[in-house]
């Protein structure tokens, strides 16, 4: 027991060693390794030209590994020419497709198109969709069911924002896919679950995968689904699903391996059989934990199915992604605030869902409408105004002349912006380019790809193992040979001046919240609000203000991967414990001693678990800020998609994949080691 | 008169690690420590004996980690034991079928857990009825047979309260009626009042006798607690490391303890909350006053503010009645303040 304690408290009497003039191994070993490619990435240019070897800052061309035409190749051929004899694979996508199909177009005609017999111009209307008022009241109904009056109220507005602002059509579209997705996601997600539940053999494969899945850039899975799938709603369906499940699949598993034993036992000496206990006892019991998997799911599906409208999901997303690309400011804030709305809405219906307890019985004796009188009231709402849509246009499409447009406020409001800050704007964009984000850019695209992936390999076994060394080498290799270097680096240059000036803002935040019970309860809703917006609405308003490039695309980032920062901060500074904080107080300590002797340095482990959080949104953010020109691997990825390029998307997509696993191992064993070294394991 | 057996475990070993099976049969059947270890196999349960007889309550005693609750998850099969046999009324309890398992844990067994194990989206009475419930029984019959084992535990008026909403003792309650529900023959308690105050718990051990004295079942009672198992057993089982150090009553455990650690257990239990009065009292029963009669199986500390206030000694009963001795006062004061060295 002591020997075990001694060993761990070595690491940390290392820096005292160094202070007393011999430096400690590791402190050499860091600064030289800096050093080192500092020298190389600021000379490589001179290099190359001294001794006329290109290879040196350029992947040879004929060494490449052409990994994606390969992949290119084989989807050609499974789509093309693969054969079950008695159908294709063709085949095989139509079936899926029009599985999802048929459930889609009946949603969508309920809340948007109508029902229709025949195509185009013959087409005959059967029925209306479901008024605008009868799912307003739905909704509402919905969340007086969940929670109270005040959540009523809440998504009452949301809703009734999406009908006066003149986004109501778009909206009804996201919404019909989301309400696709979700139970597919859940229910594929949940049967995952139970699958690796029950193997282990089974969780030990999916692991690996579902850990990559989550690291793929969202837009790469977007390729393979357009190449195979085609471009329209049901392809975008498809993509979300895949997007949106993970999550659902871990949190089952882990959810259902939380269920106490005793439970477990308690069903099986009743005895249950193996489907009474899952369904009768370990489900149920699991529930709240799993209605937590159902909200991550929704978030993810509004989230994926807005930048699904790429691939043709139409929709909230289609608006802002054409105001984006026209510049139109008005239309785009519009749309993006009625996608905030919704994800306002949903996440916080789902989560009322989520902590629901169950309410007492009702006498039985009741009539039905005595019993349920809002459920009947909603029925009679929907039945009456669907039907009055047939006469009075008002009840089937919010009128036209209530509708309210803020286009031209915000258009103004930017223009005003520009036109008197435009230099104030201009100086900050100015400074913060030439001394933070040029030379990063700099060192980190002036590195030799063979040097680099010395580096990195050196650098994950120092921290984490030789092991993930040599996987973090050829990983780094697998880039490189790829011929994906320079725009590796510049993902890896933006990635770390973001997580960096995120980290610069969120942690002192996260502090102030930890420490200011006031504090907290302001910036934990403003951080919550930031994590249910959808990735893409973070780029409306930073394009409209800074325009394209690499300073926009990391405002979006910071914005973005700000929240793990602050809530990772606060989490370790509130868990610090309080005894400790008595023990400093009585020793004598003034606050501020506190906070620096005491809880910073016993919230490390929190700290880093929180930079590695921040990392990871960082990653799949500047994926998506392709759309605002950066030249980074995310743009390698978005070009891939509109060439509908399959090799090219995947082979970029895992490079991305790779740099996140890279980082995530490399924090995780860091947050692991200094946890250690506390003794909070 | 002994009474038949219930549940004859011989021989049963629960070992943790790799290969055990063959392990075990390599070092025929009884491995030392020494292979253990090496082996890097942990012995939850070693060749472990009990026979549990009908109506009576076994308790299996043992500090933390002495295998009591792994032994009781064998018994039950919740556990399947590496070696060894067990029989249930006669028959093969290892070789049965998931079926036959199913189907004898339906009808014959019930179990209570240490912290309850209620379904937390279940009311009480759902909660009661809920292995009725797993059995196909339809809800009117099953929510009256839960209404009366509620009624039974002394819940009645919470039936519709949710097991968050209730203490630890009630939930407790809840966990006996629902382990008695199916009326079980066979009825497994583990650590029922572990994780209960101590006022509490003292509370649960007279109903828990209350119960017993009116249901008369066959139990298997495991405990940490030296003292609950005096009070509660015909006979202890005392644990250490796997292996069973000594099954007796508790007077016998106090009196002979068979092992040093058994008797390290025992030494400070005042005698006189053991002992019965039919292995204190003198077996000649001369002509005299006597003050009345007092049964043979009841102890010492029970009954001795009686005899201690009677001027005249009492006669000791059998189990018929019948007068097999006599005790008085001065007899009954040695035992209490440990004069005898018996």
């Avoid at chain 1, 770390?496 to 006031?518: D, K, M, T």
């Amino acid at each position: 027991m002591t020997d075990g304690v001694h060993n761990r408290a070595r690491p940390a009497r290392a820096p005292t060693a160094g202070l007393s003039g011999f430096p400690s191994f590791s402190a050499v070993f860091w600064i030289g390794l800096f050093l080192v490619t500092w020298a190389l990435s600021t000379w490589s240019f001179a290099l190359y030209k001294t001794f006329d070897a290109r290879w040196i800052i350029r992947y040879p061309k004929k060494l490449e590994i052409p990994l994606d035409t390969w992949i290119s190749n084989a989807t050609n051929w499974l789509v093309e020419d693969l054969n079950f004899g008695f159908f294709t694979f063709r085949d095989v996508t139509r079936f899926i497709s029009a599985i999802i199909e048929a459930p889609y177009d009946i949603m969508r005609s309920l809340l948007v198109d109508g029902f229709m017999i025949g195509q185009g111009q013959q087409a005959i209307d059967v029925a209306p969709p479901l008024s605008w008022i009868a799912i307003i009241s739905i909704a509402v109904s919905l969340a007086l069911y969940a929670k109270d009056r005040w959540l009523a109220i809440l998504v009452g507005v949301c809703f009734a924002y999406l009908a006066a602002f003149g986004q109501w059509d778009s909206a009804m579209v996201t919404l019909a896919s989301v309400l696709i997705a979700v139970p597919i996601g859940v229910a594929g997600g949940l049967a995952l679950g139970i699958v690796a539940y029950r193997l282990p053999a089974f969780e030990r494969m999916l692991r690996p995968v579902l850990d990559l899945m989550q690291t793929v850039p969202v837009f790469a899975y977007l390729v393979p689904i357009l190449v195979l799938f085609g471009f329209g709603p049901v392809a975008a369906l498809i993509a979300t699903v895949i997007y949106a499940m993970p999550p659902m699949v871990r949190i089952s598993t882990v959810a259902l391996h939380s269920v106490p034993e005793e439970v477990i036992e308690a069903g099986r000496m009743v005895g249950c059989r193996r489907g009474q206990l899952m369904w009768k006892v370990l489900i149920p019991t699991a529930m709240p934990s799993l209605m937590v998997g159902v909200n991550q799911v929704i978030m993810l599906t509004l989230n994926m199915v807005i930048i699904a409208s790429m691939i043709g999901a139409g929709g909230l997303g289609y608006d802002v992604l054409t105001a984006l690309r026209r510049l139109d400011i008005g239309g785009g804030i519009e749309a993006g605030l009625a996608i905030v709305v919704m994800a306002i809405a949903l996440d916080r219906l789902s989560q009322a869902f989520a902590v629901r307890r169950v309410r007492p019985h009702l006498d039985p004796q009741l009539p039905f409408h005595k019993r349920h009188p809002v459920f009947t009231l909603v029925v009679a709402i929907a039945v009456f105004t669907t039907l009055a849509g047939a006469y009075l246009p008002a009840f089937r499409e919010y009128p036209a002349r209530l509708t309210l447009t803020t286009g031209t406020f915000w258009n103004s409001t930017i223009e005003w912006i520009n036109v008197n800050f435009f230099d104030s704007i201009e100086a900050v964009k100015t400074v913060l380019l030439n001394v933070l984000l040029l030379p990063v850019k700099r060192f980190f695209t002036g590195i030799p790809w063979a040097w680099g992936i010395v580096v990195v390999g050196l650098a994950a076994a120092r921290i984490c193992g030789w092991k993930l060394g040599v996987m973090a080498a050829a990983m780094t290799f697998f880039i490189a040979a790829s011929g994906l270097w320079r725009e590796a680096m510049t993902t890896v240059y933006l990635c770390s001046v973001s997580v960096l000036i995120a980290s610069v803002i969120g942690i002192p935040l996260g502090i102030w919240a930890g420490q200011n019970p006031r504090a907290n309860s302001v910036i934990g809703a403003m951080i919550d609000t930031l994590q249910t917006l959808p990735s893409f609405v973070y780029l409306i308003p930073v394009v409209m203000l800074f325009r394209v490039g690499d300073f926009s695309a990391m405002i979006a980032v910071v914005l973005y991967a700000l929240a793990p920062a602050v809530r990772y901060a606060a989490h370790g500074i509130r868990s610090v414990d309080e005894e400790l904080i008595e023990a400093g107080k009585v020793s004598g300590c003034t606050s501020r001693q506190i906070l620096w002797r005491i809880k910073l340095p016993l919230a490390a482990p929190s700290l880093l678990l929180g930079l590695n959080q921040t990392i990871m949104l960082a990653i799949s953010m500047l994926v998506i800020t392709a759309l605002v020109g950066t030249r980074d691997l995310g743009q390698e990825v978005y070009i891939a998609l509109t060439k509908a390029n399959i090799g090219q998307g995947i082979v970029a997509g895992l490079s991305v994949a790779f740099i996140a696993i890279i980082a995530d191992r490399v924090v995780t064993a860091l947050a692991r080691s200094s946890q250690q070294k506390l003794g909070l394991t | 008169m002994e009474r038949p057996v219930i549940l004859d475990c011989r021989g049963v070993w629960k070992l943790y690690g790799p290969h055990t099976r063959n392990f075990l049969e390599k070092h025929n059947g009884s491995p030392t420590d020494m292979a253990l270890a090496e082996a890097n196999i942990i012995s939850a349960v070693r060749d472990a004996s009990v026979k549990i007889r009908k109506g009576e309550i076994f308790v299996i005693m043992g500090l933390s980690g002495s295998g009591k609750s792994t032994l009781v998850r064998c018994l039950s099969r919740l556990v399947e034991p590496t070696a060894g046999e067990i029989r249930f009324e006669g028959s093969d309890l290892l070789a049965m079928s998931e079926n036959e398992l199913i189907h004898l844990r339906r009808k014959k067994m019930g179990m209570v857990f240490q912290h309850f194990a209620l379904l937390p989206h279940l009311t009480v009475l759902q909660n009661a009825a809920f292995p009725l419930d797993v059995q196909g029984v339809d809800r009117r019959t099953r929510e009256e047979k839960a209404r009366q084992m509620i009624d039974i535990v002394g819940l009645t008026g919470r039936e519709d309260y949710y097991p968050r909403q209730l203490s630890g003792g009630q939930q407790q309650r809840v966990g006996i009626a629902r382990s008695l529900v199916a009326d079980p023959d066979l009825w497994f308690l583990d650590e029922p009042f572990s994780a209960l105050d101590p006022l509490i718990r003292r509370e649960m051990q007279d109903e828990f006798l209350r119960l017993q004295s009116m249901l008369q079942k066959t139990i298997v009672f495991i405990t940490h607690d030296f003292d609950e198992a005096i009070r509660l057993a015909d006979r202890i089982a005392v644990m250490k490391g796997g292996r069973i150090e000594q099954t007796a009553t508790p007077e016998e455990l106090v009196l002979n303890p068979s092992t040093p650690y058994v008797e390290e257990f025992t030494r400070h239990v005042p005698r006189a909350k053991v002992m019965k009065l039919r292995s204190v009292m003198s077996p000649d029963v001369p002509d005299g006053v006597y003050a009345g009669e007092l049964s043979g199986n009841r102890t010492v500390a029970d009954t001795i503010h009686q005899i201690d206030a009677a001027t005249h000694p009492f006669k000791v009963t059998g189990e018929e009645g019948e007068v097999i001795g006599t005790i008085d006062a001065r007899t009954a004061i040695d035992v209490m303040i440990g004069r005898t060295g018996a």
